[in-house]
């Protein structure tokens, strides 16, 4: 697949419809009993019978009701303990009618169709929204406004994100000038923290990179996408967010040239988001790269405030990046 073909499959594409919005299939037909409790991690166990009773007491006649009272459940903790898998099986497991994307997906959705299309879109018994993150005040006068459509509607919703709720924004939003709409976005969720150890990491032995990110590498398949770490931000900055998710599914493979760490902090985002939904098509990757996994996201020149992207990026490239070793 080349860059040209990609673009025009992708850049103009209509918006997803309901019934693209469900888990990738990865993390379909999946269940809060599949998940395995680590025994060594106190609190995990507790935290998954939390995310249990939330669903479950969501199943009664009485959930559009309860929903004023109670209407978000947020899983905060590291990267790579589970949290999407959780997400994933609150959906397999909810009854009614039900919704399933990333938080960046759902911005993207309110810059393409405006809000009250997207209300109506995203409107359900239950809303799963993966990584939730408020970076910049575009995205906090989004997400405030979406909630509260949606609350009203009666939709429950249950995010996850690497931020803890007070820490939304740090080092990039005047917290003052934004307090009151960060205060109200807070108080749609009861926090439930999810703790545990990376387990993507485990693939790769300590300070080790993996596999797939190396120096050389055999040309990549036909049917791969293969491109400069150049030409890929090139692609991206044609496609709206949302699209990433078509293109992570009609994606073989991707391997790229030339990497490097990155010295703009867009372009770094851009990446991110991309690498986001390849992890969740489970997208084989390979890199010939010019650095250390580690050495990626630099920081200076890139701020520390993107630090949770950067590090959740890392650990998904060190699974895409193993599927070939």
């Not at 791969?224 to 044609?238: G, M, P, R, V």
């Not at 496609?239 to 902090?265: K, M």
């Not at 996994?293 to 992207?309: C, G, N, Q, T, W």
Request: proline residues 8%.
């Amino acid at each position: 697949m080349r860059p040209a073909e990609v673009i025009q499959r992708f850049a103009l594409a209509a918006p997803p419809g309901p019934e693209e919005l469900v888990p990738p299939p990865r993390f379909q037909r999946l269940s809060l009993a599949s998940f395995e409790i680590d025994p060594e991690v106190p609190g995990q166990a507790e935290a998954v019978a939390r995310i249990r009773d939330f669903v479950w007491l969501g199943r009664q006649w009485w959930r559009r009701w309860l929903a004023r009272d109670l209407p978000g459940l947020y899983l905060d903790g590291p990267f790579g303990v589970g949290k999407t898998h959780l997400l994933a099986a609150c959906f397999c497991e909810a009854d009614g009618e039900r919704r399933y994307l990333s938080f960046s997906d759902a911005l993207s959705l309110l810059t393409a169709r405006g809000l009250d299309d997207t209300v109506e879109l995203l409107a359900a018994d239950l809303l799963c929204l993966d990584e939730f993150d408020l970076d910049d005040p575009a995205q906090v006068r989004l997400a405030d406004q979406l909630l509260e459509r949606l609350i009203e509607r009666g939709t429950r919703i249950i995010a996850t994100s690497n931020a803890v709720v007070g820490d939304w924004g740090s080092g990039t939003l005047p917290s003052e000038q934004f307090r009151a709409q960060l205060t109200r976005i807070g108080a749609a969720f009861a926090v439930v923290h999810v703790p545990g150890r990376d387990r993507r990491r485990l693939l790769v032995a300590e300070g080790e990179d993996p596999p797939q990110w190396a120096a050389s590498l055999p040309e990549a398949p036909a049917s791969w996408l293969a491109c400069s770490q150049a030409q890929l931000d090139e692609l991206l900055q044609q496609l709206p967010l949302i699209a990433l998710r078509r293109l992570a599914a009609a994606l073989p493979g991707l391997q790229l040239s030339g990497v490097a760490p990155f010295h703009d902090q867009l372009a770094a985002l851009r990446f991110v988001h991309l690498v986001d939904r390849l992890y969740d098509w489970r997208v084989p990757l390979r890199a010939v790269a010019r650095c250390r996994l580690a050495e990626l996201f630099p920081s200076p020149p890139l701020r520390s405030a993107f630090r949770r992207k950067h590090r959740r990026c890392q650990s998904r490239l060190s699974e895409l990046c193993s599927f070939y070793g």
